[in-house]
């Protein structure tokens, strides 16, 4: 458990010993392989991406593209053209595809880094097609159908007018594709409406490979496989079946130690605004993480939170899943282990923040929030430890 003078073995961790930082990150590549082949098994003979976007979900965009790139994965997804760059830096062979597409002006950065833009809207295909015309060279793109989701792409009903239109013939349209709004949900009647309507889809381009999987859509009892997933939470050890069992390993896990242990007497309070009073005495351990950490403070321990009959947040501390205890504060959090026996947790001690059997799922729903946020927010202070894989 006192774990403080950690080697960092490898050269993918931070250089600062683990002892010098807060809370301690170790994020396991192997599992992140093992997810990976799993997806890809699932939803076979379907090629299986992966989605890497804001920094492979907060878990460092080179490790993980770079080991999923070794265990077998040619395919990536990020959200800017930035995280394109770097991506690209990361593994120079892959196929890789930049979600939010073509802003003006920025198609000579994506020909020169031979990212993908997924264009969803005709403007979009119109520059892109444009620039290809220019350059004499047929640059491959995907083209993005909303199918309920409101947000990008261009609607299921123009597909054929599309498919047809002039500007297509100048560029290589690899992949169609759309998105899920709530694949989570299995038995939410969205899921088969967006599934046919993106079959009128891909009739109007029968030559392109389509794709509208993501995580939880790869479980769905439909199978819309099609040609490419495009999973990324699952990735990271989030459960895409949140009804039953998590089939994904852990990837992600949160310690920090112990700097002060300490007695709250019967009635007084507990961090910012007083929002937690002691019922009776209590013993806490402070830590050193918090919401600067990207610690959500909506996990905080409050009165409000109490009298709403809400979990608030909680470690596991010896074993034993302890609340906290008042406010997350910027750099401090309190932890209320009082059902830890006396002396059988100590000053430097390491408790779990993330990890054991406290899922980044639960995390999330203690935070009012969802397990993507928490993994999205992961701090940059941590000390991060890179284990498994090869480097
Ligand atoms: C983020 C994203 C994904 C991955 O979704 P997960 O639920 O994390 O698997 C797939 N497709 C698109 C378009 C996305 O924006």
Redesign the pocket.
């Known amino acids: 458990m006192n774990d403080l003078s950690l080697k960092q073995d490898d050269p993918r961790s931070t250089a600062f010993p683990a002892g010098q930082a807060g809370g301690i990150l170790t994020i396991d590549l192997a599992a992140l392989i093992a997810n990976w082949r799993l997806l890809r098994d699932r939803a076979a003979p379907a090629e299986c991406a992966a ?1 890497v ?1 804001a920094d492979a979900y907060g878990l460092g965009i080179a490790p993980a593209v770079r080991a999923l790139a070794k265990a077998g994965c040619r395919t990536f ?1 990020v959200a800017h053209l930035s995280e394109g760059v770097a991506a690209r830096a990361a593994v120079p062979g892959a196929t890789i595809y930049v ?1 939010n597409g073509l802003l003006p002006g920025t198609a000579p950065a994506y020909r020169d880094a031979g990212l993908r833009p997924i264009l969803g809207s005709l403007e979009e295909i119109v520059e892109w097609g444009g620039f290809c015309r220019n350059a004499g060279r047929r640059l491959p793109a995907a083209i993005h159908f909303d199918t309920g989701m409101n947000r990008l792409g261009l609607r299921p009903e123009e597909a054929q007018e599309i498919a047809a239109s002039a500007d297509l013939a100048d560029f290589e349209p690899a992949l169609v ?1 759309s ?1 899920f709004v709530s694949s989570e949900e299995p038995d939410n009647p969205i899921n088969a409406r967006q599934i046919e309507a993106f079959g009128g889809v891909r009739t109007a381009f029968a030559h392109a490979p389509a794709s509208l999987c ?3 859509g790869i479980f769905l009892a439909e199978k819309p496989h099609l040609d490419l997933v ?5 990735l990271y050890g989030g459960n895409p079946t949140p009804g039953g069992a998590n089939p994904m390993r852990p990837v992600v896990r949160l310690e920090a130690p112990i700097i002060q242990l300490r007695t709250a007497e019967d009635g007084e309070t507990v961090g910012y605004n007083a929002q937690w009073t002691a019922r009776g005495r209590r013993r806490l351990a402070t830590i050193p993480v918090g919401y600067a950490d990207g610690y959500p403070r909506a996990a905080s321990a409050t009165e409000a939170k109490r009298e709403a009959r809400r979990d608030a947040g909680a470690a596991i501390v010896r074993g034993r899943r302890c609340p906290f205890a008042g406010r997350v504060s910027m750099d401090l959090l309190a932890i209320d282990v009082t059902e830890v026996p006396e002396g059988a947790v100590g000053r430097g001690d390491l408790v779990t923040l993330i990890g054991d059997d406290l899922t980044i799922d639960e995390v999330g729903r203690r935070a009012d929030t969802i397990g ?1 946020e928490v993994l999205t927010s992961l701090g940059r202070r941590y000390a991060r430890r890179y284990v498994g894989g090869e480097t």
Do not use: D, I, T
């Open positions: 989605v976007k997804f979600l594709m998105h993501n995580s939880s495009r999973p990324g939470y699952a993507y």
